[in-house]
């Protein structure tokens, strides 16, 4: 049976300010923002008239809400943005050709060794949130990181500076 109308003008007043909160931390335009909620509340209503009401709405609307956003993003990508100047400065080169030798060696590692690497350097992440993701203590995070980037030095060669896994001197352990 298909959830209320009366129901969903409920939920919509009730958790409205929360998914504009969502809405506006990851686009940070209120415009936006609210343009995002109230085309995510219209999915949600569709789903809420034409099925039985979710389970878990706000869990629903959320998910609807990260989705119509990821949407607008890759479509706002692909436009367009015409410009009257040219920026005064270049962007910096990126050393292709060492980013390829780079993912190419990363691909000769061990996948949990690769695993933690792209996590500990490529995304800059610390020892402590590369151990939750992974379900790791920090000690073993920084071991197998020590280990992998000896293990990436040997396929790489000396040429390249590496950075010190160990936590500098003052770094809390």
């Known amino acids: ?86 920026p005064e400065v270049a962007v910096p080169e990126v050393d292709v050709a060492l980013r390829i030798t780079l993912i190419d060696a990363l691909a000769r590692l061990e996948p949990k060794d690769r695993v933690v690497l792209v996590l500990r350097y490529w995304e800059d992440r610390s020892v402590e949130e590369t151990a939750a993701e992974l379900g790791l203590s920090a000690g073993a995070v920084r071991s197998r990181s020590f280990r992998a980037l000896e293990r990436l030095r040997s396929v790489l060669g000396d040429g390249i500076r590496w950075p010190d896994p160990r936590p500098a001197q003052n770094e809390v352990s």
């Open 1 to 86: 049976m298909a959830g209320s109308a009366e129901g969903f003008m409920e939920f919509a007043t009730a958790c409205s300010g929360r998914l504009f909160r969502t809405a506006w931390l990851l686009t940070g335009d209120w415009h936006l923002a609210e343009d995002l909620v109230q085309e995510t509340l219209g999915k949600v209503y569709r789903a809420w008239t034409k099925r039985s009401r979710p389970d878990d709405p706000l869990a629903y609307a959320r998910t609807t809400l990260v989705r119509t956003y990821i949407t607008h993003r890759r479509r706002r990508r692909a436009a367009e943005h015409p410009t009257d100047t040219v």
